[in-house]
């Protein structure tokens, strides 16, 4: 018999490899130190330079190769086995579709047997946060189900974008200090070709006033509650944290306008949808897209109810109660926050509109009369009437486990009832939830708008037809649509959720180092509009205004071409495309593991992230 030709790379990242030829004389023995197990390891060894690579896996199917017969049935001419250190398969695995009655058993044996799960396969994946990820679900209690999504990348102790699912036990620390940290879409009445080319610098010139306290302490309490009566909950953190209300925030939070660049039409533009037609993008649309959290807030709850040696608790303690009830409030004050960003904003970009007069910031602020708490909650209706989607991607969310439904592409509800289920909590750190609940701060009202979210409310989670992955300044913002079906067991493999953005590729601090280096004496170029198209790596590949005739259909290569508002020069370094991880492979990988579909996507044409001296 011929020698069998296989390819070896590492599980961790795939464009290392190296081919490898079987002889006919290796078996299949795990003993034997002539098998096909042991040339494999030796390979990986010298040739990939893993020293002590442990665990061997078809890359096709995420198939471990722990018995002679998985050697036997799967070493074949051309297959691609991915060997790594011990962490687990990277990537989606691709498993038998069982009937709906074993899904519930073979969940359990997913979860109970081996608990963490990473999604990425083009998107690389830091070895760092594979251990994060493995030793969380290994020694914090409770822990049944966890996900690294494509875009996981290491954090200070835990991994970002990261999903855990415990039962009986509540972690702050999984979700971090920014509780409430998510995106917004809305709907801006601009034309796209009111921000094309050179009109968008002179947009990004006309946002002004966006930085420093908006109005005073009554006007941010109104625009934080539902009414006037003080018996109602209110979203105010107190008058230290409110009067952050209304403003970006540091790292890699920002606002962005972007123009709808193609639409795909499908299932998810069906009149029943229960965001629709607030929910529907056409090519075209000019959109703001807002990035920002809890403005310290969340931090100061997580300092109370956790420190370095308690880091978890248990669902029925006391102290449970009250850290869910600190976190649901921050979550609604960094929605609020969101909306008010927005309101600022749309001061700005459609100005003369008496809608968002109160979004002008008076010179001094705190001497201002508070204007009239109706007037404020109707400035709010305004601009959430205007809001697309809202979603949290910091917080821990109560629900049934494990999701089932319908064999349908369609969102589904999350609370099918089932025997089997039982209440669980989703950490998510990183991770856009596919459904969010009504806020729970108040009782149901006209102004409630069902594209927003309280994660630990106890009522139906509203399926969301539409999610942002957004890449970093420069880069296309994915349009997608999440999917339930059978492929995902109705999304407990992706643990209801989604990855949050491009995750980032290197560690801020080697992001300044190496992208400050590159452009040295032309930091203007990652700030400039007209510098159009940039190969993966951030050069500059052609370009002048409008230079558009040498991209794709369908954006992949699109780079540059935003106009960026950065006054901060160290996060122009730490925020550069070349500090993220490429937003076409995240999503590639969450359409491969049957989580979502990808249905259109947006490109920035003004991006904002802070305004010295305007405080």
């Known amino acids: 018999m011929p020698s069998t030709r296989i390819t070896l790379a590492l599980n961790s990242n795939r464009s290392q490899k190296c081919p490898l030829l079987i002889p006919s004389s290796a078996s299949y023995s795990l003993s034997d130190p002539s098998s096909c ?157 009111q921000v094309e ?56 939070h920002f606002a962005e306008i972007q123009v709808v660049e193609e639409v795909l039409p499908g299932a998810w533009q069906t009149s029943s949808d229960p965001l629709a037609p607030q929910g529907m993008l056409h090519a075209h649309d000019v959109l703001l897209l807002v990035h920002s959290g809890s403005r310290g807030y969340g931090g100061a709850i997580l300092k109370r109810h956790s420190t370095d040696h308690h880091t978890s608790m248990r669902a029925s303690d006391p102290a449970a109660h009250a850290y869910l009830a600190e976190h649901d409030r921050a979550c ?64 821990v969310e109560r629900t049934s486990w494990p999701p089932v439904g319908p064999d349908s592409p369609s969102p589904l509800p ?77 999304g407990a493999t992706n643990a209801l959720s989604l990855a949050h953005g491009a995750g980032r590729a290197l560690s801020r601090a080697k992001a300044l180092a190496v992208v400050a280096k590159k452009y040295d004496g032309r930091a203007e170029d990652l700030l400039r509009g007209d510098f159009v198209r940039m190969d993966a790596g951030g050069n500059k590949v052609g370009g002048g205004k409008g230079e558009r005739e040498d991209w794709d259909g369908g954006g992949r290569h699109v780079r540059g071409g935003t106009w960026v508002v950065c006054e901060d020069r160290a996060l122009v370094w730490e925020e550069a495309p070349e500090a993220y991880k490429d937003v076409w492979d995240v999503g590639d990988d969450l359409v491969g593991a049957g989580a979502a579909e990808r249905v259109g996507w947006c490109w920035g044409r003004v991006s904002y992230k802070v305004r010295r001296g305007e405080s």
């Open 197 to 252: 080319g050179d009109k968008g610098r002179k947009v990004a010139e006309k946002l002004r006033g966006l930085e420093g306290v908006w109005r005073t302490q009554p006007d941010r309490e109104a625009w934080l509650s539902e009414t006037d009566d003080p018996q109602r909950k209110t979203a105010s953190a107190g008058a230290e944290w409110d009067a952050a209300l209304g403003t970006i925030g540091a790292g890699n």
């Open 414 to 490: 999350l609370t099918d009832p089932a025997p089997a289920t039982r209440d669980v909590y989703i950490h998510r750190k990183g991770a856009a939830p596919i459904a969010a609940t009504p806020p729970s701060l108040t009782s149901p009202s006209s102004e409630s708008n069902p594209s927003s979210s309280s994660p630990t409310a106890t009522s139906t989670p509203t399926p969301l037809p539409l999610l942002p992955l957004p890449g970093s300044r420069g880069t296309p913002t994915l349009i997608l649509h999440p999917l339930r079906t059978r492929t995902n067991a109705f």
């Open 37 to 193: 197990r042991s040339l494999v390891i030796k390979a990986a060894q010298s040739k990939l330079r893993l020293k002590k690579a442990s665990r061997v896996f078809v890359a096709s199917s995420g198939q471990e190769l722990l018995e002679e017969s998985h050697w036997k049935k799967y070493m074949e001419d051309d297959v691609v086995l991915l060997v790594s250190l011990g962490e687990d398969f990277v990537g989606a695995r691709k498993e038998e579709l069982l009937p709906d009655s074993d899904i519930t058993k073979d969940l359990e044996s997913l979860t109970l047997g081996n608990p963490v799960y990473i999604m990425g396969n083009k998107a690389y994946i830091d070895p760092l946060s594979i251990t994060q990820m493995e030793t969380t679900a290994r020694t914090l209690p409770g822990i049944i189900h966890a996900v690294g999504q494509p875009d996981l990348h290491p954090g200070t102790k835990f991994p970002i974008g990261a999903v855990f699912v415990s039962q009986g036990w509540i972690h702050p620390p999984l979700i971090g200090g920014d509780i409430g940290c998510g995106m917004a879409w809305y709907k801006t009445k601009l034309s796209a070709s």
């Open 332 to 395: 609604a004050w960094a929605a609020r926050n969101r909306d008010l960003i927005a309101l600022r904003f749309l001061a700005c970009l459609e100005p003369g509109d008496d809608a968002w007069a109160l979004g002008l910031n008076d010179n001094d602020p705190q001497a201002a009369a508070p204007s009239s708490a109706v007037d404020v909650r109707a400035a709010r209706r305004a601009v959430q009437a205007r809001r697309v989607v809202d979603i949290c991607h910091n917080s």
